[in-house]
């Protein structure tokens, strides 16, 4: 993978979360929403990362994906008590050998070492406070897919506590607590702040904007500096394989670096190879998507369609949703029922539904709404069974219809 850096956005958030700018409310919280692989975490480490380290700003990332298998709440704990051994640790290990439990650093924070790296001892909001104090320097706090934290009710007490920690921190003219919340979902990403009872309501999602022209020049570039007999290099036709491969850094180098490899029997230029990749790649995609779709069960195809319809308005066991199952069935749904099919959804591989700790419902990859959305504006929503398959209604009542 080539690197390719953002260096001028970069500076721009970086500046905006000091809370530099007139006007804006940055320096309360950045939240970024990008779809998946498009460079989002790429940017946020490799970018964002050391714009604020120039800064003086020490920066503590945290991916909530790292290992969906643990809490979410877990994981933000454990990221600042390696940030903050990594400040205290010879401090720590110096009291232990002499026998004492208390330090002070800097001559004013008082530590208890018997505590440090255990998660029940330090809140958040204190963990946050003694880094920074240990530091000497403001800290900004990464959290990648931070969507995630709304998992369980571990993530969502560590996002209240976070908001707490930045207003206790934070006050006009100083910001002591910088916040980086990015998701791959914004529909997602939005329940930290839609409602009343959410952690940082009132706040406001920004996009982050995809790889551009510039990225496709640079790529241009680097195809001309080697291969000099491809100069000039179609900057048009690579800008529009970059759109279909969905601006996926990841897919489009991998296609350039299949049809530039001399072994690849092309001849002449590379760039309708590499437009014709991408058509592949995006009809790959969206047959992929048909094909987990036909494979499920008739009441969860009626339950996922409910729900891409929806988004965030989805209400599985309202009146209008059970009869929406009900006509497009032809049978009564149950709320059971519906339960049952919820649960199959979010335990298939890969994951198709995601659940919060709060009982709400999302599609795990907001992908499918794109594709969902692209069918109904052309007119094939549903998709087609396949041919000798049963009709839907059939395969429910043959399968599992109860009368409610």
């Known amino acids: 993978m080539i690197a390719y850096h953002r260096q001028a956005l970069a500076q721009q958030m970086a500046h905006a979360l000091q809370g530099r700018l007139l006007f804006g409310d940055t320096h309360n919280g950045l939240f970024l929403a990008a779809p998946r692989r498009t460079g989002k975490s790429t940017f946020l480490q490799g970018d964002l990362t050391p714009a604020l380290q120039q800064a003086g700003i020490g920066v503590v990332y945290v991916d909530l994906w790292a290992d969906t298998r643990r809490d979410p709440g877990t994981l933000i704990a454990e990221a600042l008590t390696q940030a903050l051994q990594a400040h205290l640790g010879l401090v720590a290990r110096t009291a232990r050998k002499a026998g004492l439990k208390n330090v002070k650093v800097a001559g004013t924070l008082d530590i208890d070492t018997s505590r440090i790296g255990q998660l029940d001892g330090l809140t958040l909001v204190e963990a946050l406070r003694h880094l920074r104090d240990a530091s000497g320097q403001p800290v900004a706090l990464i959290i990648d897919e931070a969507q995630h934290a709304l998992t369980s009710e571990a993530g969502e007490a560590a996002m209240t506590a976070l908001k707490s920690a930045r207003d206790q921190m934070n006050r006009p003219g100083q910001v002591d607590l910088m916040l980086v919340m990015s998701g791959s979902d914004r529909d997602k990403l939005l329940r ?81 190879e590499l437009q014709r990749a991408a058509q592949d790649q995006q009809a790959q995609d969206e047959a992929q998507m048909a094909s987990d779709y036909l494979g499920l069960r008739p009441l969860e195809q009626a339950v996922l369609w409910r729900l891409l319809d929806q988004g965030p308005r989805f209400r599985p066991y309202d009146a209008e949703a059970l009869r929406f199952y009900r006509d497009l069935l032809g049978v009564p749904v149950s709320v059971p029922q519906t339960q049952k099919a919820l649960e199959s959804l979010r335990q298939r591989s890969p994951v198709m539904v995601w659940k919060s700790a709060r009982g709400e419902y999302a599609v795990e990859d907001a992908a499918m709404h794109r594709w969902f959305q692209g069918r109904v504006e052309a007119g094939t929503w549903p998709p087609g069974p396949a041919a000798g398959r049963r009709s839907v209604d059939e395969r429910f009542q043959a399968t599992e219809a109860r009368p409610a």
């Open 192 to 272: 930290l702040m839609v409602s009343a009872g959410a952690p940082f309501y009132g706040s406001q999602i920004q996009t982050l904007p995809p790889l551009d022209t510039d990225f496709i020049a640079h790529v241009a570039a680097l195809v001309e500096a080697q291969r000099p007999d491809l100069v000039p290099v179609d900057r048009a036709a690579l800008q529009e394989a970059f759109a279909a491969f969905g601006h996926r850094p990841q897919f489009f180098m991998a296609a350039m670096g299949a049809v530039l490899n001399p072994l690849s029997g092309h001849d002449g230029r590379f760039e309708p």
